[in-house]
Nanobody
């Protein structure tokens, strides 16, 4: 059974940084692409970043986070990270990780993700 557990969220001031972690169990992590999503109150869930399987070796980032967020994976630790720098007031929300076989974005939106974690809250406030 696939289990994804996010951690690392918290309260940070604008301009600050956080690193989120997504720990996977029940799957061979190197056989999956992992995406990060976020959902703010009253808004739709949006894809933020995605890292492909190691054999494909690429990443995707939403325009809103390019240059600020970096996704990476450590297959030995079965963990995917999202390093978030220069956080802005529009970045808060519950951040989720999810699995897919590939990183596919249609009209700027990640699609095709199946198993999801419970999420970790990110708050940006002074």
């Amino acid at each position: 059974q696939v289990q994804l557990v996010e951690s690392g969220g918290g309260l940070v001031q604008p301009g600050g940084s956080l690193r989120l972690s997504c720990a996977a169990s029940g799957i061979p992590l190197d056989g999956y692409a992992i995406g990060w999503f976020r959902q703010a109150p009253g808004k739709e869930r949006e894809g933020v970043s995605c890292v492909t399987k190691p054999s494909d070796g690429s990443t995707w980032n939403a325009d809103s986070v390019k240059g600020r967020f970096t996704i990476s994976r450590d297959n030995a630790k079965k963990t995917v990270y999202l390093q978030m720098n220069s956080l802005k007031p529009e970045d808060p929300g519950v951040y989720y990780c999810a699995t897919s076989l590939v990183c596919t974005a249609v009209l700027g939106k990640l699609i095709g993700f199946t198993s999801w974690g419970q999420g970790t809250q990110v708050t940006v406030s002074s």
